[in-house]
């Protein structure tokens, strides 16, 4: 398959253990992040946002916490799966503007 | 579901060739994306569009233009293919400045 990044932080969890995959990001003005999962292959699949005003969200098997003090967002996986391996972006959007501005990606390797 | 298509998964071009690459989209978003995405870089955007006929460059628009015709049309355009747009092309459209769907890409190599 192709590859969206030959040097990614990877994460390689085992089958069924959770995940939390780590983002840094850079404006104390961002107001709104999403987290996509990409796998090989395919574009960037959105899985979940949150906006600045809230500390965490969660979804189906998926939770963000946004942290603006120290600028960062963590996304954790329950129970993970196969098919949960990809490799993981966050995105900021700065200033309610049009830029979402993409980090640079995490591996998740999945073992059985 | 929100389906963007790229009109192409794989292209291979010659240096100083023009190039069309062509994204659809059938949700009616009045907002299309162009990226390219570079290991070890992530994605960047390369221009986009908030209304038929409306651009905005990106981050990096050098060597490249854009049309919008149509609302769900949005075309990337290089206007002379050099090697180092030989890039994975991501084509995305949104219907406010939140979540952006994204079509499979269009990996480009430029010979």
């Known amino acids: 398959g192709e590859s969206v990044g030959l040097h990614l932080p990877t994460l390689s969890v085992q089958e069924g253990d959770n995940s939390i995959i780590n983002c840094a990001y850079s404006?104390?003005?961002?107001?709104?992040f999403i987290w996509y999962k990409q796998e090989s292959g395919k574009g960037p699949q959105f899985i979940i946002d949150?906006?600045?005003?809230?500390d965490k969200r969660q979804g189906q098997r998926v939770t963000v916490l946004l942290n603006k003090t120290v600028k960062h967002l963590s996304l954790q996986i329950a129970a993970t799966q196969p098919g949960d391996s990809a490799v993981y972006f966050c995105a900021e959007r700065a200033d309610s503007s049009y830029k979402l501005i993409f980090g640079s990606g995490t591996r998740l390797l999945v073992r059985p | 579901d929100v389906k963007v298509t790229q009109s192409s998964r794989y292209l291979v071009k010659r240096t100083g060739e023009k190039v069309f690459l062509e994204c659809v989209q059938d949700?009616?978003?009045?907002?299309m994306f162009w990226y390219r995405q570079d290991p070890g870089l992530g994605l960047r955007l390369i221009y986009f569009?908030?209304?038929?006929?409306?651009?905005e460059k990106g981050d990096i628009p050098e060597g490249y233009s854009v049309s919008r015709e149509k609302k769900e049309r949005f075309s990337l355009i290089l206007e002379s293919a050099s090697t180092n747009q030989t890039s994975m092309y991501l084509c995305a459209s949104s219907r406010s400045w939140t979540e952006a769907f994204f079509g499979q890409g269009t990996r480009l190599t430029v010979v």
């Open positions: 949150i906006r600045s005003n809230m």
């Open positions: 569009s908030y209304d038929v006929k409306m651009k």
């Open positions: 404006n104390s003005a961002s107001d709104y």
């Open positions: 949700m009616d978003h009045e907002n």
